[in-house]
């Protein structure tokens, strides 16, 4: 067994050459947002759901992007709504949302 359930990398990267980036969608406060929900669901910590942030992820011009693992599924979200359908269907349900999922 895994030590976490589910991994979830967020992009946070900042591009300080002025190319667009995940930080310029906001990531960090998708990243506080992702942590802060599923400590109240109760389903962050050993055993169950890790956040962490990540350097660029390479995958910018599909932006913002996160990745859940061990499932290698990449999706990229537009705001708290798709944040949060992520969490109840993914995370909490283990069905992929296709919609948001990158190609």
């Known amino acids: 067994m895994s030590w976490y359930q589910h991994h979830l990398f967020i992009c946070t990267n900042k591009r300080e050459n ?57 999706y990229t979200y537009v705001d708290r709504d798709d944040l949060e359908e992520i969490i109840t269907r993914h995370l909490l349900n283990g069905e992929p949302v296709e919609r948001l999922k990158l190609r």
Do not use: M
Request: glycine content about 12%.
């Open 18 to 74: 002025g190319e667009t980036c995940c930080a310029d969608f906001g990531a960090e406060k998708a990243r506080a947002y992702l942590k802060r929900r599923c400590k109240e669901l109760g389903i962050h910590g050993k055993g169950k759901v890790r956040i962490n942030n990540a350097g660029c992820l390479d995958r910018c011009d599909q932006g913002p992007v996160l990745v859940i693992y061990p499932d290698e599924t990449w």
